[in-house]
């Protein structure tokens, strides 16, 4: 890397992404354009053709459940495609680190090579952010249920659906959240170590567990900044159209096909400005994490000196295939 390696604190690697960000702007943007169109299709999709939120009619019971249950589902859709796309942004971070050149046609097409593998490191990942959370709470209400409805239970019933419910409530939402942050975290790095040193399937899953520990809550402070960020986007231009939509309908909102869409464009906007910033942020942590714990300033500094190759016996492929994407080279 032409960078200077050394280990950084979160503000020296936020203000690096910001910087690579800008320089290489209309390419990352290009990039996450693709899974923002992805999920605005889909959006319009559903408000044209589809109508999955209106199957259970809002003055039928169930109606708010199965509302969560259809946005839930394109939650996960919207999570599996950034994830998809995310070794291109890689790759783009490394080249834009290194100072080189990399297309947008270079950045899918390092994706297409591998395309198995990424796809599988990404089910495995997605697996474990969502999946175990999910068991997490389920076992949370269990047990929950298990101590007020055994016989001689020290906490009766009553005194939870009098007194303790919401306390109830607030105990499955902090473990479900408290359990997904950390999952995220220590899953944070499968990408970049898949990306960039060739990994593939639970080794990925393996390397990013190790390489996490002792920065989880850095990775945890940016993914936090970076949705709030994304959130107050969203807001911010929700309430504009909103307003605008109000003046125009007089307060009746009297055509949801144009107000939804319009609402979604926005959203993908907002998405695809959003989306590159945390992939860059990961890669720059994941270059930190490998340089507090294996050397690799010291590595690549004697590797750039000539003095010896790099052990592929514990990294391997090491950042070859982004420099070849980067460069590229054709197949």
């Known amino acids: 890397m032409n960078e200077p390696l050394r280990p950084s604190t979160l503000g020296e690697i936020l203000d690096h992404t910001i910087q690579i960000y800008r320089a290489r702007f209309w390419t990352f943007v290009g990039i996450a354009t693709i899974p923002a169109l992805a999920m605005l299709g889909l959006h319009l999709a559903n408000v044209f053709w589809l109508h999955l939120d209106t199957i ?167 993914w936090v900044m970076v949705c709030l960020c994304s959130l107050t986007l969203q807001l911010s231009a929700f309430l504009v159209v909103r307003l605008i939509f109000s003046c125009f309908y007089h307060g009746h909102f009297a055509s949801q096909q144009t107000y939804r869409p319009t609402v979604y464009f926005i959203n993908a906007i907002v998405s695809a400005l959003i989306g590159p910033i945390y992939p860059i942020a990961i890669t720059l942590f994941y270059y930190d994490q490998r340089i507090r714990k294996e050397g690799y300033d010291i590595e690549r500094m004697m590797e750039a000196a000539g003095l010896h190759a790099p052990d592929s016996s514990s990294v391997p492929e090491a950042v070859s295939a982004p420099e070849a994407a980067a460069e590229g080279v054709e197949a």
Do not use: N
């Not at 589902?73 to 994830?83: D, M």
């Not at 947008?104 to 198995?116: K, S």
């Not at 007194?163 to 499968?190: N, P, Q, R």
């Open 56 to 222: 259970v009619h809002p003055s039928q019971k169930g109606h708010a459940l199965w509302s969560i249950i259809v946005s839930t589902g394109f939650y996960h859709v919207a999570a599996i495609l950034s994830v998809l796309i995310s070794p291109a942004l890689v790759c783009l971070t490394v080249a834009a680190t290194d100072r080189k050149d990399c297309s947008i046609f270079h950045a899918l097409r390092f994706i297409i090579v591998r395309w198995r593998s990424y796809l599988w490191v990404s089910v495995l990942k997605l697996s474990g952010e969502l999946l175990i959370p999910v068991i997490i709470v389920l076992l949370l209400f269990v047990v929950t249920v298990l101590i007020v409805s055994l016989p001689g239970a020290i906490i009766h019933a009553s005194v939870i659906s009098a007194v303790g419910a919401w306390f109830v409530l607030a105990l499955l939402i902090f473990g479900g959240g408290a359990s997904f942050l950390f999952m995220g975290s220590s899953l944070s790095l499968t990408i970049p170590a898949s990306a960039i040193e060739g990994l593939c399937g639970f080794k990925t899953i393996r390397r990013s567990w190790m390489l996490s520990k002792g920065t989880r809550p850095r990775i945890i402070l940016t």
